[in-house]
């Protein structure tokens, strides 16, 4: 894969000569995706794309522009549009490029050169074989759908005026499927999707039995009465929810007035079960990475630990305007991007309850497995959540039901005073947040 | 507008590489080949803590080539327009599958631009300046509302996006789309909580349709929003009637039918509504259309993005269903005729049948009637986003900003929550609709990605829905 070494010096000596602090942040990755139906291949699609951003600092204003064109010309134009843009600003000290100095980790891990050469016939027979496997599982199964196979590969370079020029490569393959199963006209999916760096980690039995399982588990729900329940959140979910209020740990959303963290470093924000870090180094998890987004290379943070409040999560841009060094979470979300803060991997430290302990804790408890709606039922600023939901009743410690068309309500930092127990089963979902069983007091539960 | 910008996608690509690229597709046996050509310049300005916070454009550029064998499709896109990098992406389509016979491509014929030469303010000849004036009138209306905001974001993004679509069937068409979207967001503070509102009006327009804006007006309107609910107290829990007021509601039609009436979801028999066409399947009171044809609005296209010209399709009549939405692929899946839903964010998505301006049309009650058939619920005056599980029809979508009705009468202000329920039980449910169409601006996610689509409706009452509150 063409890296673009000559257009980006080539855009760098360019705004050395035009007196220029700039940046380029250049992203190109390759991927397959097959999805299939019926027994045979219903949508394949290739894509090859790349993009570079340029970011311009002058005189303490920073300006945007971005190109798919990579071309030593269209890059130049890009650089001239983002210096044009930076001069709408007003000046801002705090804004510039930083050298980073030092190692940046190897992660070689991140990237399997093997996964581009497994043969497409293959790729192909473990979607088919993970549809084959669900659609005969059980004969309640009325419909597999969107089961298919992706995986893509890439890389991502900075380099800048200030001498960086990073670059690593990563590869993923993910594989999904969503069955549908029917009893007595209650119809019950479950979304299955796996992610994994290794192709021979994507075993279609398990995975499409473990799909059929858990949609199967769901049928017979009932209605759960209003009211206000201890709830276990399943590790997903719970990650699901730290996902969604991550940005309360954002340096930036806390500057700009929209963390109501700000200001609380030292305090105790949460129960004392809960300490949760930020790893990047961590190899396992799908937000691992060996420096940010403007170079700097990673390192472990503590966001909370016994529930105080330890740091926010920074760039270098943000970090100077708090007169702290940048914990290496600059992220720009791709090349048309502006530079933000966020979390790598997530980690909530595990317990020592097993779920099964922790659902035996209260006589009467809602295990939460699902919500959906995150985008617009929970509010990142204010905290507030009130997420359509779906799980199991638990009474004494034994599953009484399954539970379905119910809404769980509160405030994410209610919540995390909340916390009762942190359980021990911690794992990486399909996602970049590590994280155990949650036992949380007293949420507010709708339903009939 | 000017004719050399509008024949930009046509310049990006000869006539005789489109050719080239349309036979390479086909060379492994497919009966259909389409390219999708695209270029898209984006701008946007964004105002924060009273001054401009951040600057960005860009420029994006890529085609892809869609293949058909029968129901079977591939799709590879690349951003490399040259020769070379087109017919490589040609080639791979061609090499996926190996089917009996050849099919011929009918010569290209070139027809008009779609959209034709309507004049609009470019916003990218507009000055930074004067949009920054545009800015601070904005963030210093909704700041007067009072000492409770503590913080407003405004911004304005614009794009321009010009395609040409291509097809082995001769098809050549070409358009290009202004959009323009302004988003004012404002923040209360009080009490140590946060609450927070916003609007966000779009269009298929140019930079004339932000001078059509009062910004004031909807400053204030966002900065009062956000104080009351600061002010409110939570919604209760538990199952009630709901009156919907119009506009962004009709999010509750997007989500409990719209997206169950895409062949994307009909055709694999996913969505609970496969197979009931002509049957019965919401209360009497329910009729309902997406419209692209709406001028100017922003879920309307002049032709979707396989070329076909958009339609104004009649979902639901009285209760009983009409009509799908169909692209090209689901009607060969189906059977159904094409509605001119193909719909794709960008050309690194195959197309797929998408919504438009999706709507429920006016009944004959005033908002007071509707409220005063209520003795206890909820009015859910401002609704945010939701989401929808097709094969099941659960869908939530959540309340913005809500009072409490007591005995018929608006009463206090509650926070925001969650509505939930299933597609077909609630449409049965929405028994009473108002007279006052309104619609409004969103994006919607899928599968050809995010899409600039309006939802809409006049208020309405739903006889029962389950209320998230605490």
Known sequence: ?448 | MTANSLSLAEALIDRQLVADVIDMAMSGGADFAEIFVEDRQTSGLSFLDSRIKNAASGQSRGAGVRVFYGTRAVYAHTNDLSRDGLMAVAKAVSQTRQADGRHSRKELAPAAPARGLALYKSPFAISAEQKIRLFERADKAARAVGSEISQVDVSLSEQLQHVLIANSEGLWATDVRPYIRFNLSAIATGAGEFQTASESPGALQGYEFIESLDVEDLAERVAKVAITMLKAGYAPSGKMPVVIDNGFGGVIFHEACGHLLETTSVATGASVLAGKMGQQIAHSAVTALDDGTIEGAWGSTAIDDEGAPTQKTTLIENGILKSYMVDKLGARKTGFTPTGSGRRESYRYAPTSRMRNTFIAPGEYSIDELLASVPYGLYAKRMGGGSVSPGTGDFNFSVREAYMIRDGKIAEPVRGATLIGNGADILMKIDMVGRDLALAEGMCGSISGSLPVTVGQPPLRVSEIVVGGR
């Open chain 1, 1 to 448: 894969m063409n890296t673009y070494t000559e257009s980006t010096q080539g855009v760098i000596a360019k705004a050395q000569q035009l007196g220029l602090e700039a940046e380029v942040y250049l992203r190109a990755s390759s991927s397959t995706s097959i999805r299939v139906q019926d027994g045979e291949v219903d949508q394949f699609s290739l894509s090859d794309s790349r993009g570079a951003g340029i970011r311009v600092i002058r005189d303490g204003r920073v300006g945007y522009a971005y190109s798919e064109d990579l071309s030593l010309e269209a890059l130049e134009r890009t650089l001239e549009q983002a210096a044009r843009n930076a001069a709408l600003l007003e000046s801002a000290p705090e804004r510039g490029l930083s050298e980073f100095p030092g190692e940046t980790p190897e992660m070689a891990e991140l990237y399997r050169p093997d996964l581009a050469e497994v043969p497409l016939p293959q790729k192909i027979e473990a979607a088919m074989a993970l549809e084959r496997i669900a659609k005969s599982a059980d004969p309640r199964i009325k419909n597999v759908t969107s089961t298919g196979y992706s995986d893509a590969h890439g890389f991502l370079r900075v380099v800048s005026t200030k001498g960086v020029d990073r670059m690593y490569r990563s590869s993923s393959a993910w594989v999904s499927t969503v069955p549908l199963v029917t009893q007595d006209g209650e119809n019950k999916t479950y979304y299955q999707i796996k992610v994994t760096r290794d192709f021979d980690h994507i075993d279609p039995e398990v995975i499409a039995k473990e799909a059929v399982e858990r949609a199967l588990e769901k049928l017979g729900s009932q209605e759960v009465p209003s009211g206000t329940y201890p709830v276990v959140f399943d590790p997903e979910t719970f990650g699901d929810l730290i996902s969604v209020f991550c940005g309360i740990f954002s340096s930036k959303t806390a500057q700009e007035g929209k963390s109501l963290l700000r200001g609380k470093i030292g305090e105790q924000v949460a129960s004392k079960v809960v300490t949760l870090v930020d790893d990047p180094l961590h190899v396992e998890g799908w937000g691992a990475r060996p420096f940010d987004d403007e170079g700097c290379p990673s390192r472990r943070v503590s966001l909370i630990e016994d529930g105080v409040f330890k740091t926010f999560l920074y760039n270098a841009e943000t970090a100077r305007k708090d007169g702290v060094e940048s914990t290496g979470h600059a992220a720009r979300g791709g090349y048309k991007g502006i530079l933000g803060v966020a979390p790598s991997n997530l980690i909530l430290v595990p317990g020592q309850a097993t779920p099964a302990e922790l659902l035996s804790r209260h006589p009467r408890m809602l295990y939460v497995t699902h919500v959906t709606g995150l985008h617009a039922g929970a509010n990142a600023i204010s905290g507030d959540f009130s997420l359509q939901a779906e799980g199991f009743l638990y009474e004494n410690g034994e599953r009484v039901c399954p539970v379905h068309n119910f809404t769980v309500s509160g405030n994410w930092y209610r919540l995390l005073e909340a916390v009762e127990e942190v359980g021990s089963d911690v794992e990486y979902q399909s996602s970049a947040v590590a994280c155990p069983s949650v036992l949380v007091r007293d949420l507010a539960i709708a339903g009939k």
